[in-house]
């Protein structure tokens, strides 16, 4: 199995790096596995059926947000753990913390498993256009055109994604002041002037933030 990217361009506005860009890898999605889908493989898998599987799946979802609530750290075996990270805004001192105006939210951490995050270590990567330029090249494709402004493609699609406020996986533009394409998302990093905490449980803070 391989995994498609494409390659995208990120621009920092500040530190020692500011204005010089880098090239970073993207991943493209192929398809988009629904709820309905997912549970039709695991019933044809097993001897559950469909209603039975996606009941549980939606059970499983719901008890998982509750245990976050409470600040439990929930582990589903290989798949890896899910656990809270709080955002927040730096104060001088211990006494000027308020939790009112300096916590700006919270993340969702998720840590795969050691078997599940193994699996992915050998995997293939596959460069493809960027998805703007993918749609560029298919409209022109249908019009009789015979070249297209690639870079045009890029700042269209940038534009409109900015526009919309969308920021669906796949896209093809990076988001600036953050950086989600090279770099890591594990806790303690500092984006802006917020700091997502690291974990206190004693483990590593190796997992991704999906910010809710």
Known sequence: MSVSYSLV????????????????????????????????????????TYADVTAVLVSAVENLILELQRGNQVEFGDL??????????????????????????????????????????????????????????????KEGAKTIDIEEAKKAASKKQNTSGDSSAGGDSSTDGEHTSGGSTTGGSTTGGSTTGGSTDGEGSDGDNVSL
């Open 9 to 48: 361009k990120y621009v920092p506005k500040f530190g020692k790096n500011a204005g010089k860009g880098k090239f970073y890898a993207r991943a493209q999605v192929n398809e988009k596995t629904s709820l309905k889908k997912f549970s039709k493989m695991i019933a044809m898998q097993t001897t559950v």
């Open 80 to 141: 890896g753990k899910f656990r809270l990270q709080i955002v927040s805004d730096g104060a001088d001192s211990a006494a000027d913390f308020k939790s009112d105006i300096h916590i700006k939210g919270v993340n969702v951490q998720y840590a795969p498993g050691p078997e599940l995050y193994s699996v992915f270590q050998n995997m293939e990567f596959v460069q493809v256009a960027s998805r703007a330029v993918q749609r560029a090249a298919l409209k022109a494709e």
